[in-house]
């Protein structure tokens, strides 16, 4: 099967498009700019135009509207009149995407840093001190919103800078008492993270503002040397059960519209001794479950126009090592069978009404059949248990440290194609294992993963036709919470979104083209 058709199926729409296979292409590009020339805003403006016209749901076309904001504020020469209103603009067409609705359904934190910042600049124009007041207010209030943002998004050093400038923020509008208090949070979130040389920065800041007359008048203790810390994450699985709940949201723009669904489902897990190690098997908690087939929202008045490739809840049973590596995905022929078949019985059972929905209903099977396909279940499986478990089995972590390895893992979108993808990940901190729970005894894993670009290109050569352009893009970031002493899951927190464009490479044909980006979101916790 073509590449971008199964991708077509998966997402039940194989019937709006032909089936030429498309020429590769990862991302339009914009014409370039000599490398000894300093960029101009007409550079920013040619490569926007670009991915509007030829990928205009693209990430990078986002991307390439932030980076415009930000040389308007750093980099542009003019005045706040002159370059403030830009910004804003396209900060504003960002914001206001159907794209950004889709990656960042929760809000976005580079973008609300970038109105932080447009309120900062503003402030300092001009020579009205009410109007200087009140922007300052809102910068506040902007700066607050991106640290959480940014803590949401699993970027702890962006949100440790955003307190930082929060405090600095305050400390403008006077309120200086308020303004340590902020920077000490500060110096907190970079102690907690070890971000060594953030907390050392903000202490010294910390000691200005304390000796300053006009500053708070309390001093605070000396900081403390951060201690250097790491984890050492040890395979030492027990037989028992546990109780696994699996959600996944699924955001998607089409016709013009933002969709959502949602899947849940209750398993137990059973971990059991065997001769050669390790047996692993699940069942589901209840027959009845949700399969996120249909949107939310769906009402006699509101009739789907959409849907969403069925999530699969359930797990093949596997066979481990008495070390931990993976050994054997059992049987997945009669797995893919069972899941198919159950699977296909909630889709109609929950199948709303509506004119569309037969034809609906036929797409979202066929996407079953695809993604639920025996080699897809296999390769799904050992790279979602090489992520959570394998990969960590007696690895030493220093927190805060950069790493970064290549393995193959699915292609989002393209479930049967395997490409190298670079992970980067850190050890951030220690947290509980359970909400609530009174010790950090569990380690915090940040994922990041993306295709390679020479392996993506590959990919895409093979798939050489004139007549088509093909726009792809893909992203990963996954927390990871375990018990470094037994590498026991407690969470697996996936968040992925994946882009497609197929159109004709003949402009006068552009009504024959296809866009389309999904996010996904996959949440395991695991109770034991």
């Known amino acids: 099967m073509r590449l971008w058709t199964q991708a077509l199926i998966i997402l039940g729409l194989a019937g709006i498009s032909s089936c030429t296979t498309p020429a590769p292409s990862s991302a339009p590009a914009a014409a370039p700019t000599p490398a000894d020339q300093p960029l101009r805003s007409a550079d920013f403006q040619a490569a926007i135009a670009t991915f509007a016209r030829t990928a205009s749901q693209s990430p990078a076309l986002l991307d390439a509207r932030l980076d415009y904001v930000d040389f308007l504020l750093d980099g542009a020469s003019g005045t706040c009149g002159q370059r403030l209103p830009e910004a804003q603009s396209q900060l504003d067409q960002a914001t206001t995407s159907h794209t950004a609705q889709v990656l960042f359904p929760d809000g976005w934190a580079r973008a609300t840093e970038l109105e932080y910042r447009i309120l900062l600049a503003d402030a300092s124009c001009g020579d009205d001190p009410a109007r200087r007041k009140h922007k300052l207010e809102e910068a506040v209030k902007a700066a607050g919103q991106a640290v959480n943002l940014y803590g949401n998004e699993f970027d702890y050093s962006s949100m440790a800078v955003m307190q930082f ?55 605070a203790a000396p900081m403390p040397d951060l201690p250097t810390r790491s984890t050492t994450l040890k395979f030492n699985w027990s037989a028992g059960d546990a109780t696994v709940t699996v959600q996944t949201d699924h955001v998607r723009i089409w016709k013009g519209i933002v969709s959502s669904a949602r899947a849940t489902r209750a398993l137990k897990r059973q971990v059991q001794a065997s001769h050669a190690g390790w047996v692993i098997s699940w069942e589901p908690s209840s027959t009845d479950f949700d399969p996120g087939v249909w949107p939310i929202g769906n009402s006699d008045d509101r009739a789907p126009n959409t849907e969403f490739r069925p999530s699969l809840l ?64 296999d390769a799904d499986t050992r790279a979602d248990y090489n992520l959570q478990t394998a990969m960590w089995i007696d690895a030493t972590l220093q927190q805060g440290v950069p790493y970064e390895i290549t393995a193959p893992l699915p292609l989002p979108g393209f479930s049967l194609v395997l490409i190298n993808q670079r992970i980067q990940f850190r050890y951030t901190r220690a947290v509980p294992c359970t909400p609530g729970a009174p010790e950090a005894a569990c380690a915090e894993i940040i994922v990041h993963v993306r295709p390679e670009t020479d392996a993506l290109a590959a990919a895409l050569d093979s798939m050489e036709d004139p007549d088509r352009l093909l726009h792809y893009s893909a992203a990963a970031t996954i927390r990871i919470v375990t018990d470094p002493k037994t590498l026991a899951p407690h969470v697996f927190d996936a968040r992925r979104y994946w882009f497609l464009s197929v159109a004709a490479s003949d402009p006068d044909e552009s009504s024959d083209e296809t866009e389309v980006i999904e996010s996904e979101r996959t949440v395991r916790t695991v109770a034991y």
């Open 314 to 377: 359930r797990f093949p049973d596997i066979a481990l090592s008495r070390a931990g590596e993976l050994k054997k995905v059992i049987d997945t022929a009669k797995f893919a069978r069972r899941v198919s078949a159950e699977t296909e019985s909630q889709i109609r059972k929950r199948a709303p009404h509506g004119a569309q929905v037969p034809t609906l209903m036929n797409a979202a099977i066929a996407a079953m059949h695809v993604a639920f396909d025996q080699k897809a279940i």
């Open 165 to 219: 400038n929060l405090s600095v923020t305050e400390r403008l509008l006077g309120r200086n008492t308020q303004a340590v208090s902020t920077l000490q949070s500060a110096i907190g979130m970079a102690r907690e993270y070890g971000l060594r040389d953030d907390a050392a920065a903000d202490y010294q800041q910390l000691i200005k503002w304390q000796n300053d007359p006009a500053g708070a008048q309390h001093a």
